[in-house]
């Protein structure tokens, strides 16, 4: 493995055109701040799937754990095994479905915990388990409203007991999703959250004793204490977004990613011409214009082209004409010094601005958590500051 000197000096090579720079000390930040919520006896999953959405997962993986997280939550299989291959050994519960008796076999080997939707997928781990008598812990989903994995809640006492009863299943914990926890209107999480509740009685009516129960999101462990049980899984918040404006006030979160380019080529063009594909943009006036080495193909949406701004030696500069592929043009007509090498923001700060995945996210009518993830690999991720410092002041705290 790189040592951090060498992963540092790697990352200042990669940073000739585009980036995305990841600031550990935020992640620690966030961490620490959203556990000040908890209460003590309530875990706190990092959820860490897509890349832990966009940041690099086996990075924030270990800021997370020395910042006071006991487990991570994946997606699939593979995110897993990558947290597993580079010497992680924390609890890891596969959030996504999985089914095939390959699939168990992998999980077993990686020490990853499924999650359980089904009466056949338990009959079918259980199976597998048992003819290489191994055993593995597993999840149970319950569906409480989300319509999307996880048995009917009520069937969670059959569901929980057969799970009890096959002796290759260690049952670790009892789980459920909200989905529309980051809603101001609370109505239907409380209808889910009582749902959850008549489950854990139902279980409890069964005579089984209860596993370890988890229900929120971040939205919802940012909303009620009330809805945090065991152990919260949150993921948007680690990386220093609110889920909701309305959440805003509840924490301190500072954002750990910034997207920054640089300034490739130089040129003034003339009034009257046009500017990029399909010449959406004609300019009305002289102008010096300034390609800047980063497009669609790093996860700019091109939706944005003629639609967002970056940030260039302290000022807001809009972009121009449609986003290609791999580049993208300002107008850089205050700036008549400008040289190529120079770096403009795309998202974070400089000086008193800042753009922020929400900002793009309202722009486009989608949510930051599709912009977080949509950042391609073709941008080398750069870590700032020191990834541990945020555990030194969690040890003092
Ligand atoms: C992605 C995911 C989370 C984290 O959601 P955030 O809103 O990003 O905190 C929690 N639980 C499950 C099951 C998920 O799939």
Known sequence: ?????????????????????????????????????LSPHTDL?????????????????????KAGAQWLGVATIPEGIELREAGITAPVQVLGATYTPEQLRAMVRWRLQPTLCTPKQ??????????????????VKLDTGMSRLGAPWQAAAQFVQLVHRLPHLQLASVYSHLATADSPDPTMMHLQQERFERAIALIQGAGIELPRLHLAN???????RALHYDMVRVGLGLYGLYPALHLRSRVDLKPALQVKARVTHVKDI?????????????????LRIAVI????????????SDRMQVLLRGHKVRQIGAITMDQMMIDVS????????????????????????????????????????GFKHRLPRVAVGQPWECCESAAQS
């Open 293 to 304: 080495g980063i497009g669609y193909a790093d996860g700019v949406p091109r939706n944005l």
């Open 270 to 286: 003339s009034a009257g011409t046009g500017v990029s594909y399909g010449h959406r943009f004609m300019a009305d006036r002289d």
């Open 45 to 65: 999953m990092a959820v860490i799937k897509a890349d832990a959405y966009g940041h690099g997962a086996v990075t924030v993986a270990q800021t997370a754990l």
């Open 1 to 37: 493995m790189l040592s951090w000197e060498e992963s540092q000096s790697i990352s200042s090579m990669r940073r000739d055109r585009a980036w995305v720079e990841v600031d550990f000390g935020a992640i620690g930040h966030n961490i620490r701040a959203i556990k000040h919520l």
């Open 218 to 224: 971040s939205a919802a462990t940012l909303s009620d």
């Open 334 to 373: 205050r700036f008549p010094d400008l040289e190529p090498g120079e770096v403009v923001t795309l998202l974070g700060d400089d000086g008193k601005y800042s753009i922020s995945a929400d900002d793009w996210a309202e722009t486009l009518g989608t949510i930051s958590w599709e912009i977080l993830c």
């Open 122 to 139: 338990a009959l079918v781990f259980s199976e597998s388990l048992s003819a290489a008598d191994l055993s593995l812990p597993v999840h």
